[in-house]
């Protein structure tokens, strides 16, 4: 009677009686790991060790798997969260727990393929593909479509692209042939796709540039001549183009080349050769 929660489990002895149902004293009543006021906080039910009926104990949840006791499948992949931990030992906080491309719960439930294994039938090309991609059975590696050089191309693919189907990089520039074809959208049989001046990989990977656009930022010179000058190509301000003949600055101001300055125009040679005709005939 001096003690409002005799349990210590965060509840007054009252709530756990007239609200809860739990056992004033026994702070953990469900004897799942988390005493029944961390229950109430954690939204899971202070009478139920499994309240979301995945397999996994609450406290278990909370404490080892770090999943959500309150969502039987907590990475959405069609397995419940027990299923991954007790069965299939895969990450229930992954849904594709091999990075293959197929969900965990696919790969159990449709494919029949293994979710910790990326190439199941060790046929030479991930599970993802072959269902995804090929069309071919990720169970028999007999079916499974070449991919000599590893670039994420088949080799049928790479013949009729006009890739080397023996070099993942055919252009040499930085890029696989794969990543060029399926990610950037940039030719893998041209170094340099947007003819800036910078090779495909040097603007990826380097200089952050699109490597579609010659000029990325817009500023009027091309992304090479800007590397070379020194210039930022991801800055049209401080960009320096060539126009007729006039450097033109990212400032706005403008001065004449050399040539164009130290030439004389047509007109100015005609004048000084009639004043030198005119001059001889007084003589």
Request: with cysteine; proline share 5%; aromatic share 2%.
């Amino acid at each position: 009677p001096l003690d409002a929660d005799s349990d210590d489990d965060g509840l007054d002895d009252g709530v756990e009686i007239d609200n809860t149902g739990t056992d004033p004293n026994d702070g953990d009543t469900d004897d799942d790991g988390l005493n029944d006021g961390d229950e109430i906080d954690a939204g899971t039910d202070p009478l139920d060790a499994d309240s979301d009926d995945d397999g996994l104990d609450d406290g278990l949840e909370l404490s080892e798997t770090d999943t959500d006791p309150t969502n039987p499948d907590s990475d959405g992949d069609g397995l419940t969260d027990g299923e991954e931990v007790n069965e299939t030992e895969t990450d229930p906080n992954d849904a594709d727990s091999d990075d293959d491309e197929l969900s965990d719960g696919d790969e159990v439930n449709t494919h029949g393929t293994d979710p910790n294994d990326v190439d199941t039938d060790d046929g030479g090309r991930s599970d993802g593909d072959e269902v995804l991609n090929d069309g071919t059975d990720p169970l028999d590696p007999s079916d499974d479509a070449q991919d000599t050089d590893g670039d994420g191309l088949t080799d049928d693919d790479e013949v009729e692209i006009g890739t080397d189907p023996t070099d993942a990089d055919t252009d040499d520039d930085g890029l696989e042939d794969g990543e060029e074809v399926n990610e950037t959208g940039t030719d893998p049989l041209d170094t340099d796709t947007d003819d800036d001046g910078l090779e495909d990989g040097e603007e990826i990977d380097d200089y952050g540039t699109d490597p579609l656009n010659g000029d990325t930022d817009g500023g009027g010179s091309s992304d090479g001549d800007e590397v070379a000058n020194g210039t930022d190509p991801l800055d049209g301000a401080d960009d320096v183009s060539v126009l007729d003949g006039v450097f033109k600055g990212g400032n706005g101001l403008s001065c004449a080349t050399a040539e164009s300055s130290s030439a004389p125009s047509g007109w100015l040679m005609a004048a000084l050769g009639a004043l030198g005709l005119l001059s001889r005939r007084k003589r």
